[in-house]
């Protein structure tokens, strides 16, 4: 095996739990009274996954949509007894900044009781539906803060039809809110001609090259000294999902290289060193806390670690 190029650094893994029918993309396609008719796919590439992540030794945090939790409370045992660790992706995939304060507040609890009540143990962290924690709805922030989540995940720092702030940090930071504190873990991107450009995962690593996600996380591992975090969904491994009437550009760009997936994935867990959230930013990232402060645009203080 080839030693990982990123060397001390251990990047953050991690997986966002929904079916192929979740995706924001099907909004209009398969509504969610139909969720229960589909067939169930999550299960079964998850379970790829936690195979994957055993035969590399890997431990990843796995971001569980409610609704799986709820409909397969054993999945969530499995990936909590393979050493994982597990949060929330909110209940019914809604994006956040199409919610009221109270209906994401609903959302949220709902997901974390169906995760906690199946694995037995506390979640700690959010990531939001299609990263739509944007200028928006940070407000989204406060609920967090109020509900105890220590971290979030929702805040991707880059230009997108659906989400991102461009002009936030693009390394973890804390954020100071009147309630209280959160710590914020941006997915990953690196910064070329004044732009940040993408090199996080999802789609990124089923279009691009797989040179470029190997290329821009070794820049922030060995330029930067900075862990990458990392993401991925479970019917991104699986190619024989159903084909749900997309056309166009929504089809390629939820359909292309799905069959390649799984193999650019093994081949990402041999070049570099991945660990759940909590291993890879919980130990010296986060003690490297500083005062400095960075404002997002409706002026939340920040500290960057």
Not at 47 to 73: C, H, M, N, Q, Y
Not at 210 to 228: D, F, M, Q, S, V
Request: glycine share 8%; aromatic share 12%.
């Amino acid at each position: 095996m080839t030693p990982p190029l990123s060397g001390r650094i251990v990047n953050a893994l991690t997986f966002d739990v929904e079916d192929y029918f979740h995706a924001s993309i099907f909004d209009r396609v398969v509504p969610r009274s139909r969720w229960d008719s589909c067939e169930i796919r999550v299960s079964e590439s998850t379970d790829r996954l936690l195979g994957i992540l055993d035969d590399s030794k890997t431990r990843a945090t796995f971001f569980v949509l409610g609704w799986v939790a709820e409909r397969l409370p054993g999945l969530v045992r499995r990936i909590a007894a393979a050493g994982h660790e597990l949060a929330s992706h909110g209940y019914g995939h809604r994006l956040v900044y199409e919610l009221t304060k109270e209906q994401f507040r609903a959302d949220l609890r709902r997901s974390r009781a169906a995760i906690e009540s199946a694995a037995g143990q506390p979640v700690l962290g959010y990531r939001a539906p299609s990263y739509s924690i944007t200028e928006r709805s940070l407000w989204a922030l406060d609920v967090l803060v109020e509900e105890g989540f220590v971290y979030d995940s929702s805040i991707f720092p880059i230009h997108h039809d659906r989400y991102g702030i461009p002009a936030a940090p693009r390394h973890p930071y804390r954020i100071e809110r009147s309630a209280g504190n959160l710590w914020e873990l941006p997915p990953s991107t690196v910064r070329l001609w004044r732009t940040n450009l993408p090199v996080a995962g999802g789609g990124y690593f089923r279009l691009l090259p797989y040179g470029w996600t190997k290329w821009g996380i070794a820049r922030l591992n060995r330029r930067e000294e900075r862990p990458a975090v990392f993401y991925l969904h479970p019917w991104e491994i699986d190619p024989d999902q159903p084909r749900l009437g997309l056309n166009g550009f929504g089809a390629f760009r939820h359909y292309r290289n799905l069959e390649r997936t799984e193999a650019r994935l093994r081949q990402l867990l041999t070049d570099f060193q991945f660990g759940s959230v909590t291993e890879a930013l919980a130990g010296p990232v986060l003690a490297a806390a500083t005062t400095r402060t960075h404002e997002l645009p409706t002026h939340p203080q920040v500290v960057h670690v």
